[in-house]
């Protein structure tokens, strides 16, 4: 079955920077898109970025040009480098595709 599993949360300081993996299974992986979304405490969630299956991404204006979102189809990973962390990034960070939503990597960015 799909199965999408998130790893590289933590604990980073302002202005650090993480990277997020999506491990991606269960699907044709090259075939598809892949989203990051966030998830805040009390917040509704909300999309951060996304991946098409020929590579092009997009982002929502909140990260652009702090996040890069890339995809590595031989490993079938997705990645989201964050650059420029603020402690309005903190949040649980989940990917998503063919309908399907990983269990979350927690993201706390210190002020």
């Known amino acids: 079955q799909v199965q999408l599993v998130e790893s590289g949360g933590g604990l980073v300081q302002f202005g650090g920077s993480l990277r997020l993996s999506c491990a991606a299974s269960?699907?044709?992986?090259?075939?598809?898109?892949i989203s990051w979304h966030r998830q805040d405490v009390g917040k509704e969630r909300e999309w951060v970025a996304a991946?098409?299956?020929?590579?092009?991404?997009n982002y929502a204006l909140s990260v652009k040009g702090r996040f890069t979102i890339s995809r590595d189809n031989a490993k079938n990973t997705v990645y989201l480098q964050m650059n420029s962390l603020k402690p309005e990034d903190t949040a649980v960070y989940y990917c998503?595709?063919?309908?399907?939503w990983g269990q979350g990597t927690q993201v706390t960015v210190s002020s």
């Open positions: 269960g699907f044709t992986f090259s075939g598809y898109p």
């Open positions: 991946i098409s299956a020929s590579g092009i991404a």
């Open positions: 998503q595709g063919v309908g399907s």
